[in-house]
């Protein structure tokens, strides 16, 4: 089943290459949506896709690459629009 799950991840999340490995990370589950860091120092996302790999994604949400310290994950699950063709690191 495809969903889309909104999320933004608190903590020290910037700097430590959050959004590459997010990316990565994404591209490996063929999930479709972005990532982007936030003016004040949190990552935002949109993932699209298979919910058992959104899940994946989300639990490497909770952890982050080395040198993140992930303090919280605001989940919300969204209806599924398939407008994204990719996933992408945005501004």
């Known amino acids: 089943m ?16 959050f959004r590459a490995n997010t990316k990565r990370k994404a591209d490996s589950l063929d999930l479709k949506g972005w990532v982007r860091n936030l003016p004040d120092e949190r990552v935002e996302a949109i993932f699209e896709g298979e919910e058992e790999h959104i899940k994946d994604a989300l639990a490497f949400c909770n952890y982050g690459p080395k040198g993140a310290i992930v303090e919280d994950v605001d989940l919300t699950w969204e209806t599924y629009t398939g407008e994204y063709r990719d996933f992408q690191i945005t501004h």
């Open 2 to 17: 495809k969903v889309r799950a909104h999320v933004i991840i608190t903590g020290r999340v910037q700097g430590v290459y």
